[in-house]
């Protein structure tokens, strides 16, 4: 393969990673499909966070991955649902079996984190971090599986690697490492291709290449929140498209949360998991999901904060307010 020529190489690079197969062309048909006057798919807001789409034009690169996947958009419904209710764990425990049940195993954990918050009496948040334990181990195994054709990869056998992952994915489709590997695995052969990190590649290629990419970042954090590092490259994959300014202009929310989440959200959620469960670093973490756009996590925070025995009334009136106002205006049908 060395021997080849250097745009040869890049062309079998290219057909390994799926971009011959994911032209631009059929996003940009999709966007001059939509109803002239209408909102043409759901935008950035819907893709990462609760709010519902505003934008009436969007760049045909931020098509809304989660058209075609309503059992990834069903996480997201059944976390607003949730928010919508009063905190009752009997609620958190339906969504958290819900989620089980689907195999959605780290969304359920994380209903769990938030229900461990609100229980008081110590049989149930051991029931609540039991459960936690049982599925951590469950999806413990699925990732082993990930990381096994990470090792064939990294051995040489690419696409043996490259067809366990989507094998996973096809079985798992709530696996969120996996989804986030499979992203990574698409740039990180762009990246080493010499011929494309040296001189460059046409806007078609590049256009191509965060068509593949971007879809497996998102459902990551439609999956699971909480992933950074899935944010982290959403951000990253905007130096793709440098030339592109509408594009640059509209996929700037990219940057905005993952700065964001880095800032204002992540020193608080790492102090609750260290066991910090006082009311004001809820309280803290739950602005920050608002930040973010994480509405319905944002309220199951203000609830947990609430739940707390050592809040004293003034931060009650005021965690009250917040869930009243995070409600009226993201969490509405």
Same mark, same amino acid.
């Given at each position: ?21 994911? @032209? ?14 209408? %909102?043409?798919? %759901? ?7 609760? !709010? ?7 760049? %045909? ?35 958290? +079996? ?28 051991? !029931? ?27 051995? /040489?056998?690419?696409?043996? /690697? ?27 052969? =762009? +990246? ?13 290629? !590049? ?6 990419? =971007? ?20 951000? +990253?994959? !905007? ?40 009311? +004001? ?6 602005? /920050? ?19 707390? @025995? ?24």
């Amino acid at each position: 393969m060395r021997s080849c020529s250097a745009w040869r190489g890049c062309l079998v690079a290219l057909v390994m990673i799926g971009l011959l197969f994911a @032209p631009v062309g059929p996003l940009l048909d999709r966007a001059a499909a939509a109803e002239p006057g209408k %909102p043409q798919v %759901p935008g950035p807001d819907e893709l990462l966070g609760d !709010r519902p789409a505003r934008r009436k034009e969007v760049h %045909p690169l931020l098509l809304d991955p989660l058209a075609g996947r309503p059992d990834l958009d069903y996480l997201r419904q059944r976390r607003r649902w949730l928010a919508r209710r009063p905190a009752d764990l009997a609620a958190f425990e339906e969504v958290a +079996r819900d989620f089980e049940e689907r195999g959605a195993f780290f969304p359920a954990i994380e209903i769990l984190w938030f229900a461990e918050k609100i229980a008081q009496e110590p049989e149930r948040r051991r !029931r609540c971090l039991d459960w936690m334990e049982r599925l951590n181990k469950r999806a413990a195994e699925i990732e082993a599986r990930v990381e096994t054709a990470m090792q064939l990869w990294g051995a /040489g056998r690419q696409h043996d /690697g490259l067809d366990q992952l989507k094998a996973i994915i096809k079985q798992f489709p709530f696996c969120e490492k996996a989804h986030f590997r499979m992203g990574m695995l698409y740039i990180g052969m =762009y +990246r080493e291709n010499k011929m494309l990190a040296e001189k460059g590649s046409p806007p078609e290629i !590049r256009a191509s290449l965060f068509g593949v990419c =971007y879809p497996h970042f998102v459902y990551t954090t439609v999956i699971d929140p909480l992933y950074f590092d899935a944010y982290k490259q959403l951000s +990253r994959l !905007r130096e793709l498209m440098t030339d592109d300014h509408e594009f640059l202009k509209q996929s700037q929310f990219l940057t905005e949360r993952a700065a964001d989440f880095q800032t204002l959200l992540g020193p608080h959620l790492m102090k609750l998991d260290e066991g910090d469960r006082s009311p +004001r670093t809820l309280l803290a973490a739950g602005e /920050g999901f608002e930040a973010i756009e994480l509405y319905a996590y944002a309220v199951l925070a203000y609830q947990s904060a609430l739940a707390q @025995p050592d809040a004293d009334e003034e931060l009650k009136t005021r965690l009250r307010r917040a869930i009243e106002v995070v409600r009226a205006k993201h969490l509405n049908e």
